[in-house]
Structure formats: structure tokens, C-alpha cells
């Protein structure tokens, strides 16, 4: 095997072990093949908690949020996302009942604020995203 067909079956094998269950691909394998990161699941907007379908209605109105964080821009540093220029993603809360903080729920939105189209869901703080559709 050569030295490149050697690097090539390891970023397979590291591709698999990495991304097995996890629904995106490893950033390195994609650089290295073309591949473009991505979310595999998704989630309509039927299968939202109504909280979460409010804090949609809440972006396309463009406020007022009820948390002054809503609408920071969102760094992507998890790289769960697709990758996309600093201040491309969003975030904004979905409010947790009887919560003393945030909680654990958000939706980053990706392109021009009040933008619904290119929006996903965390109810992980981050772990993981669902791509709403809608």
C-alpha cells in the first residue's frame, strides 16, 4: 500500500470511529475529501416544544427576546454546523419552565437575522443540533 493510499484508509477508519452515531462529519475527513459538514437529523416544526416554536415566531419578528443574550452571535466552536464565517449563526433561547437560567434548550439561526430557513435545534446546550424543517 503506498503512503497515500496508507493516509487515505486511516481517515476512513478515523472517519468511521468519529462520526459513527453522531450525525455530522469530522471536519479533518471533510477537509481531506470535499465532503461539507452537515446534520443529518431533523425536525419539523410540528415535532418542536411549543416553546421552541415561539422563539421561531420570536426571529422572524425580530424580538423583543426575553433573554438579553438572544440573538448573540453563535461561534460554531462544538463544529457541528456547518462551518460558515464568524457572525453567519445566531443563537436564541428556548425558554425552560420553572428554570432559574437559560436552561439547556436553543436554536441557532444561520444567514440574515429574522431568517427562519436555515435554523436548528439544541435541547443539549450544544451537543447536538436537529435541522428544523418546516
Same mark, same amino acid.
Given at each position: ?27 479533518? @475527513?471533510?477537509?481531506d ?33 426575553? @433573554? ?20 453567519? @449563526? ?24 429574522r ?5 436548528? @435545534? ?13
Amino acid at each position: 500500500m503506498t503512503r497515500t493510499g496508507f493516509r487515505h484508509g486511516v481517515m476512513i477508519v478515523a472517519f468511521a470511529m468519529s462520526s459513527a452515531g453522531s450525525g455530522y462529519i469530522d471536519s479533518a @475527513y471533510a477537509r481531506d475529501t470535499g465532503f461539507s459538514e452537515q446534520v443529518q437529523d431533523t425536525v419539523t416544526t410540528a415535532q418542536l416544544p411549543r416553546a421552541a416554536v415561539k422563539t421561531l415566531r420570536l426571529i422572524e419578528a425580530g424580538g423583543p427576546y426575553p @433573554y438579553e443574550k438572544d440573538g448573540i452571535i453563535f461561534g460554531n466552536r462544538e463544529r457541528l454546523l456547518p462551518q460558515r464565517q464568524r457572525g453567519f @449563526y445566531h443563537e436564541y433561547t428556548v425558554a425552560a419552565r420553572r428554570a432559574r437560567n437559560r436552561g439547556a434548550k436553543r436554536i441557532v439561526c444561520g444567514g440574515p437575522l429574522r431568517q427562519t430557513s436555515n435554523c436548528y @435545534y439544541s435541547d443539549d446546550h450544544y451537543a447536538s443540533f436537529k435541522r428544523i424543517a418546516g
